[in-house]
């Protein structure tokens, strides 16, 4: 079954295209812990950052949970050099987008290999995460199928091939 399969896939393939080095997800996140995640950054990123605890010092995550809207990676304090890090994986540029309801809030980090987002590819972004935070709100009124079926996309997105 194709990610874009349904219309949360196709969302999920708008963002790719937009961002073409990749980009990580976490829908509704409460506590830390998202109900989703979505990531396409390269493999050999995501366990750069996850064997050397980067969340803990990433400026995206940090910005997420202080602000909405979107945010450009070289307008962010990256004391910890994650960000600068990220660019020796070919994610030279990107934003952090965050979409928040009253419950949750969903924080993506979209990467680019060799230029700044546009303004318009920020609002595209915004209205992507919008639209997936959205319409995951409420998981008790998504059918169980649906649900297996995020579950099964977010494997998916995350390791290809799977």
Known sequence: MSSS????????????????????LGVHMTHMAPKFVF???PKA???HYSANGLIMVD??????????GHERWSALDDASGVLKAAGEFGMKF???VVAESEASR????????????????LDALLQGVTAIHASTE??????????????????MVTHPGS
Not at 106 to 121: K, M, N
Request: hydrophobic share 40%.
């Open 45 to 47: 990123w995501l366990d």
């Open 106 to 121: 969903s924080i993506g980090g979209f990467a680019h290999p060799d230029r700044e987002f546009t303004d318009e590819e």
């Open 138 to 155: 409420d998981t008790a009124e998504l059918s169980q199928e649906t649900i297996d079926h995020l579950r099964k996309m977010a494997v």
């Open 59 to 68: 400026p995206m995550v940090a910005w997420g949970f202080e602000n909405t």
């Open 39 to 41: 990531q396409t950054y």
């Open 5 to 24: 399969s349904s219309p949360i896939g196709e969302m999920l393939s708008e963002l790719h295209k937009i961002a073409p080095a990749g980009y990580a």
């Open 94 to 96: 990107g934003a952090v």
